[in-house]
């Protein structure tokens, strides 16, 4: 059962246009959302993340939005650049007791930047 | 500044044989995570340590799988004896503080085992 999902396994966007990354959850004990971006042969990067108490978080040509009640998360790119092309990976985490917070990703979006 | 290190990068075993994976944290990161990464999926959690604690282990498959972080500084990850489900891309990651925002992860090592 994936608590995490990125339903999209690829996404090709024009250079200079907006790209939208979606990803749902299941789990609403997840208070803390993150987006890594992947390289191939390289170990994932933070990008972004967004506490569950905003609904928005922004940061340079990033911008991640949260819909609670819809338990849904995106990511907008824009204007898209061909160096964002990558794997794109949502992750959330709960912080539970003894400090055994947990962290689930998803399967990853491949976002292609067309020129 | 360096980041996390890990090695070998790639590693190919015949299954029932014993695999070691070596990381080597950034200086200073008092947390170290190690992640599998299937083929096709995000990366899964096998363990986190504090220092040289093992504060979460719950995801690890503890009857082949072992791990250990001396000094608090680099860390092994051992897989014995190796599975065909074993293959994948071990990765490592490591923080400044317990913070999954903050964390850096090294190149991993992909591990096929025939």
């Known amino acids: 059962d994936q608590q995490v999902k990125q339903n999209s396994p690829s996404l090709s966007v024009q250079e200079g246009r907006i790209s939208i990354l979606n990803c749902d959850y299941t789990?609403?004990?997840?208070?803390?959302f993150l987006w890594y971006k992947k390289y191939p042969a390289e170990g994932p990067t933070f990008l972004i993340s967004i506490s569950s108490i905003k609904d928005k978080n922004e940061d340079g040509r990033f911008t991640v939005f949260l819909n609670k009640s819809a338990k849904h998360l995106s990511l907008h790119i824009v204007p898209s650049q061909p160096g964002d092309s990558a794997v794109y990976f949502c992750?959330?985490?709960?912080?539970?007791?003894?400090?055994?917070?947990?962290?689930?990703f998803g399967k990853g979006t491949r976002l292609h930047i067309l020129p | 500044e360096a980041g996390v290190v890990q090695s070998p990068r790639y590693k190919i075993i015949e299954k029932k044989q014993p695999v070691a994976f070596w990381c080597n944290p950034i200086?200073?990161?008092?947390?170290l995570y190690w992640y599998r990464q299937n083929l096709g999926q995000g990366p899964e959690l096998l363990i986190r340590?504090?220092?040289?604690?093992?504060?979460?282990d719950s995801q690890l498959p503890k009857d082949r799988f072992s791990a250990e972080r001396l000094k608090g500084v680099d860390s092994t990850l051992k897989i014995q004896p190796a599975e065909l489900g074993d293959s994948a891309v071990y990765l490592c990651a490591s923080s400044l503080y317990s913070s999954y925002n903050e964390q850096f992860f090294g190149p991993g090592t992909r591990l096929t085992v025939l």
């Open positions: 200086s200073g990161h008092n947390t």
């Open positions: 340590y504090e220092n040289e604690e093992a504060v979460d």
């Open positions: 789990n609403s004990m997840f208070d803390y």
């Open positions: 992750a959330a985490s709960a912080v539970q007791v003894n400090r055994d917070d947990k962290i689930i």
